[in-house]
């Protein structure tokens, strides 16, 4: 088989295991839903291995190849067509997605067990990963831009999965609207290139863009700043970030698989697939890479205030996603994409163990509450520190080779993208200093009661609450189910995270600088046609780069070992003296605050203003009322008019007739 | 007796009997079918007439099918079997198909008897075929009234229900004066031309000055007039929501679709074919009753609580859109006419076979009130009713949204902007009515089925009540066509080939 009849499979098995567990829901038994959908997913990775293979066996300059399934509608003037790209990116990001998703579906079902809502979980959780390989695998705009609708729908599903819950079906509503202000962005965006070139088709846009504009001409930076707001959205990146923290509210595997390593990594796929747009509108690029850095710093500081362990952990991805919009956005893809399959690694690692440490805690999530559960759970435990290591950029571990390189390449940029250079290594030191902090909070220090009661080997159990406001629930469906599961007690969670372990320990040694470059040589005919791909940097740099990270990791380990361990009441000190730095970073740079002012009361204000002006007069009044009085008056005549009677019908026929003489009559004179 | 012989050599010309053969096979078929309805044993009447029926109209559109992309004059110039003809033949056979199988359990044949409703049925389905291949007057007007005599009487088949007499009696009055239009405005053409052929007409029009002449173009008002009135284009549009009621439903059913493919096609043949020269005059005219008719069948769906009534006047308003395809005389609307033409029968078969079942099982006639809470009760018949009304309303990932994007564009591309604006307002009130009945399906809960009344099929009062549930072959019918109305809306493309054979067959156009 070709491998884009592997291409086509690939997006079939979740698809099935969807439609399956959704119409067959009631007929299947216990956890035989979370199995059939792990089925279908490790099948699709399977299957992204074979044509991975089928990929290999061809000759590089022939491994970008388009399917058709079938033409929607080629004649109304555009070509949608249901068609994929199997080349070395989609096959790359395939990978990534089906295999952590393997992990997280298998996690899942111990996860979710006690869950009344299990089998509509697995239904979405299928949903959302045939949505996000339909977003990597389509070859033109118009099946981007429904991959990227469906993955948002998705997103919302899951993060509103428990619905009975308010802050959920909060958070869902608010990732949903900046969701739609990206796919707003994608699809205007898409209209500008299609304004000028007159097709949707990836390859041949690209094969074109260069005739039909020229090097950063309006149009084409507009078009391409608008996919951007896209990838922002959709990646978290400010100004658009505000929804990630608050999809924290989803089950934590959801967090893991679509808010940690999937989902939001769509917007550095757009940027590396739609890099023949950027590297011709440069003035685009350049926004992309300031947005990142930005957002890597800002993401960092949080990180550093929040006391929610997801959201620490959801700030982090943020700031990680800032090194990955940063390196594509410089030309760094291999390294971009490199670090993004890295991040997959240890962070769905991260999430995965703090759902073993929240369900320890029974549903609590303040790093307040948390402490001591060193000795309680040492698996999840070293699943931490795998994780945090990785995170910080400690060599050996994977996120050293990936960060060093995004940077690297950055640097090799000049002029004044070394100030970006050096955010992104001031980031590499928060970044160590709010993940070690965490793990410090959570492990170190004295044990807290559900730590010991763990140790004597029961889990807590309290009444059913909501993390983040207390209050009371019950456990039936649309709320978390009774059980708590950790890793120490449930092997499908437990394999899951140690396969991710490895892997973030070992998975940056497939590309070391020098040694061996498998994943910049694999994407390299993706990126044929750009000039900045192949780009050899001076070999100091890349050594004082190397050493500079893991000095930084190693120093933010030892600070915050030194504040949060050795000497537990120092945090406490400086956030006094830093009052109101420390508050701008708890109030999360006051962006919530920011757009409630900007967006929602002024908004609210206007919209009163103009109900009570302009909508009860002239809309209610004039155009509905007007218009419904209207057609209510048409109808109501229509219906005078047909009283039944043959004689009536006949002489209207007959007035219709001369009616229809009579003009043509005074056409002929 | 060879004096006999000779004069008994009558010159006559020469028959293509291949190009022939579906016709052939309808009429004959009719006469078989009324022969074998004589038999009075219960199960040749119950079951081998519409057997043989349907075995006609198998027949029959194989044979079309067989014949297609060999396109024919035949008879000295008087018919043309194209592919035109044969893809809206083939939507009349389908309608007729689906009528047979709505009809089975029916009060109708039963009434009027198996073999002539039938018989009635495959001469209505033959004049269409001869209607649709007409190529000159004659032809024309021979089709014309072929299909409409039977189909008068089809609709007061119900022998013992005054609706329905009333229906087809109404039919019979409003409809000769439609005819006779027609007729005054076919000799007032011939008048002016000199020819009764379309080559002839055409020939004469793209020659001087004639296209200005006011004895053609008076003839021109009136054919225009009598063909507005089969295709219920207001302001001639009156008798169609009475008949539609009062007709038995498969009758509904069939004359909704199959007369509608049938007088469109000769409309795009005669206007976009013989009187295309003239297309200057006519356009804005016809655009104005396209206009006129969107809005009152649109206007006039909105208050109905009949279902029957209210796809009546929205039959009124896809006429509308469907006359745009027309009068816009190119190429591309002529394939969207076609392409409408075609979806217009999966859509409006599904919905009336929900009618058809809905009728048999409560006691509520075809009232909205018989659709509350259907997809909680039957899903199985709600589905179909439910692509049917979105599609009618023109909703993505329906075939009718093809069928209208198809249209604007067809109207946009040749210069009636404004009219693709008044289709889309159009559209937008119909969401009112095609979405009650989505909403009375989905978000009402049943009433409880134990308080409507079952009564025999057709809602004859006189009838003796029996319980009798809708049978199997119309939700066959209903989930079949609905279907049709999904799958043509997600993968268009066969279809869209199809009328774009279809639209090859006229060559005067662009």
Redesign the interface.
């Known amino acids: 088989m070709s491998a884009t009849t592997f291409g086509w499979l690939i997006l079939l098995c979740p698809l099935l295991g969807t439609v399956v567990i959704a119409l067959a829901w009631r007929w299947l038994p216990g956890a035989s839903a979370g199995w059939i959908a792990t089925l279908a997913i490790a099948l699709s990775f399977g299957l992204s291995v074979a044509a991975l293979i089928a990929l290999l066996g061809r000759h590089p300059a022939h491994r970008e190849l388009s399917s058709t399934l079938w033409s929607y509608a080629s004649s109304v003037g555009l070509d949608a067509k249901l068609q994929i790209l199997v080349d070395p990116l989609s096959v790359f990001m395939a990978l990534v997605v089906s295999g952590v998703s393997t992990l997280i579906h298998l996690y899942s079902v111990a996860y979710m067990a006690s869950d009344r809502g299990y089998r509509r979980y697995f239904a979405y959780l299928n949903y959302f990963v045939f949505s996000m390989l339909l977003l990597v695998e389509a070859a033109n705009f118009l099946l981007l831009i429904v991959g990227w609708a469906f993955v948002g729908a998705a997103s919302y599903l899951l993060i509103s999965f428990w619905y009975r819950r308010r802050t959920a079906t909060a958070a869902g509503i608010k990732a949903f609207v900046v969701n739609v202000v990206g796919d707003v962005g994608l699809v205007l965006g898409t209209y500008f290139i299609f304004k000028h070139l007159g097709t949707l088709d990836f390859l041949k846009v690209f094969a074109g863009v260069k005739d039909a504009f020229a090097p950063n001409q309006g149009d084409l930076v507009a078009g391409c700043v608008l996919l951007l707001v896209g990838a922002f959205a959709k990646s978290a990146q400010i100004p658009l970030h505000t929804w990630l923290p608050d999809a924290m509210e989803g089950p934590t595997p959801v967090s893991a698989l679509i808010h940690a390593t999937t989902m939001v990594t769509a917007g550095v796929y757009l940027i590396a697939r739609m890099h023949p747009l950027f590297e011709h509108a440069p003035a685009a690029q350049d926004v992309g890479a300031i947005i990142g850095c930005l957002t890597l710093l800002i993401a960092g500081t949080i990180g550093l205030a929040v006391t929610d362990l997801k959201r620490v952990i959801a700030y982090s991805t943020m700031s990680q996603i800032g090194y990955m919009i940063m390196g594509v956005s410089v030309g760094a893809y291999a390294a971009g994409l490199f670090h993004l399959m890295t991040h997959a690694f240890f962070k769905a690692l991260l999430f995965m163990a703090a759902g073993s440490l929240i369900g320890a805690m029974a549903g609590e999530q303040s790093l307040d509450r948390m402490g001591g559960f060193r000795k309680a759970m040492p698996f999840t435990y070293v699943c931490f520190i795998f994780g945090g290591l990785a995170l910080s950029g400690v060599p050996p571990f994977s996120g050293f080779f990936s960060k060093d390189e995004v940077l690297l390449l950055t640097a090799n940029q000049g002029g004044w993208h070394w100030i970006l250079y050096v955010g992104g290594y001031l980031g590499a030191l928060l970044t160590a200093l709010y993940t070690w902090r965490m793990i410090f909070r959570a492990f170190h220090g004295e044990p807290v009661p559900e730590a010991l009661e763990l140790e004597r080997g029961t889990i807590a159990h309290g009444h059913p609450f909501n993390p983040a406001t207390g209050e009371q629930e019950d456990t039936d469906v649309g709320f978390p189910g009774p059980e708590h599961h950790t890793a120490e007690r449930a092997a499908s969670m437990r394999i899951a995270m140690a396969v991710l372990a490895a892997l973030a320990l070992l998975g940056g040694l497939i590309q070391i600088p020098h040694f061996d470059n498998a994943i910049s040589n694999f994407l390299r005919p993706a990126f044929a046609d750009s000039s900045l791909y192949d780009q050899s940097p001076s070999d100091t740099l890349l050594v004082v780069g190397l050493v500079l990270g893991a000095l930084l990791g190693v120093l933010g380990i030892l600070i915050a070992y030194r504040v949060w361990v050795q000497r537990p009441g120092t945090a406490e000190r400086v956030r006094r003296r830093l009052a109101p730095v420390h508050r701008l970073f708890v109030e999360k740079w006051y962006f919530d605050e920011l757009y409630d002012i900007v967006f929602v009361r002024s908004g609210a204000a206007i919209g009163r203003f103009a109900q009570l002006s302009f909508e009860r007069v002239v809309v209610n009044g004039v155009l509905v009322g007007g218009s419904a009085g209207l057609v209510r008056a048409g109808s109501a005549a229509v219906r005078a008019l047909q009283d039944g009677l043959v004689r009536v019908y006949a002489a209207l026929l007959v007035f219709g007739v001369a009616a229809v003489a009579l003009y043509f009559l005074l056409q002929s004179s | 007796m060879n004096a006999l012989l000779a004069v008994a050599q009558i010159k006559g010309p020469h028959l293509d009997w291949a190009g022939l053969s579906p016709l052939i096979a309808l009429l004959g078929g009719a006469v078989t079918v009324l022969l074998l309805g004589l038999l009075r044993n219960r199960l040749v009447r119950r079951i081998c007439v519409p057997l043989l029926t349907m075995l006609v109209l198998a027949a029959a559109a194989g044979l079309s099918i067989w014949r297609w992309h060999h396109a024919a004059t035949l008879v000295s110039g008087a018919l043309r079997v194209d592919d035109l003809s044969l893809l809206l033949g083939l939507v009349a056979i389908a309608a007729a198909a689906a009528c047979v199988l709505l009809s089975l359990r029916a009060a109708a044949p039963a009434v009027a008897g198996e073999g002539e409703y039938h018989a009635l049925l495959l001469s209505t389905v033959s004049g269409m075929v001869v209607l649709l291949a007409a190529q000159n007057f004659v032809t024309l007007f021979l089709g014309f009234e072929l299909l409409s005599i039977p189909l008068y009487v089809l609709c007061g088949s119900e022998l013992r229900r005054r609706g329905s007499l009333e229906s087809g ?2 039919y019979l ?2 409809g000769s ?2 005819s006779a ?1 027609l007729l005054y405005g076919l000799a007032l053409i011939y008048g002016a031309t000199g020819s009764t052929d379309f080559s002839g007409v055409a020939a004469a029009l793209s020659s001087g000055s004639l296209a ?3 004895l053609l ?2 003839g ?3 054919t ?2 009598g063909l507005c ?1 089969k295709c219920s284009v207001a ?2 549009h ?2 169609t ?2 008949v539609y009621q009062g007709a038995p439903t498969p009758i509904t059913a069939f004359q909704a679709v199959a007369t509608k493919a049938a007088a469109f096609g000769i409309f795009l043949r005669l206007f976009d074919g013989a009187l295309i020269n003239a297309q200057p ?2 356009g804005p ?1 016809l655009a104005a ?1 396209a206009a006129i008719t969107i ?2 069948g649109n ?2 769906a ?2 109905q609580s009949s279902l029957k009534r209210m796809l009546a006047y929205s039959s009124v308003a896809q006429a509308g859109y469907m006359l745009g395809g027309v009068l816009v005389s190119t190429r591309l609307g002529l394939q969207a006419t076609v392409f409408y033409l075609a979806i217009y029968l999966f859509m409006n078969m599904a919905a009336f076979a929900v009618i058809v079942a809905r009728e048999r099982e409560t006691g509520e006639g075809d009232d909205i009130a018989g659709m509350v809470g259907l997809g909680s009760s039957r899903p199985l018949l709600a589905w179909p009713m439910t692509l049917a009304m979105l599609s009618l309303a023109g909703i993505p990932a329906t075939a009718g949204f ?1 069928g209208k ?2 249209l604007i ?1 067809a109207l946009v591309d040749g210069g009636y902007a404004w009219l693709a604006v008044v289709l889309v307002v159009g559209s937008m ?1 119909s969401l009112a009515y095609y979405l009650r009945v989505v909403a009375a399906m989905w978000m009402r809960p049943s009433a409880g089925v134990a308080g409507a009344r079952p009564i025999m099929a057709g809602g004859s009062a006189e009838a003796p009540t029996a319980t009798r549930l809708s049978g199997l072959e119309v939700s066959v019918v209903a989930a079949l066509f609905g279907a049709a109305t999904l799958v043509f809306g ?4 066969p279809l ?1 080939s199809l009328a774009r054979d279809a639209g090859k067959a006229l060559t005067g156009i662009f």
């Open positions: 009696l109404k009055i409003v004066v439609g239009t200005s002449d006011p173009l008076t021109v008002a009136l225009a007039a009135f302001p001639f009156q008798w929501p009475d005059s006519w005219i009753l809005i009152v206007v006039g909105l208050g093809i994007v198809y564009d009130i997600i993968v268009p493309s869209l």
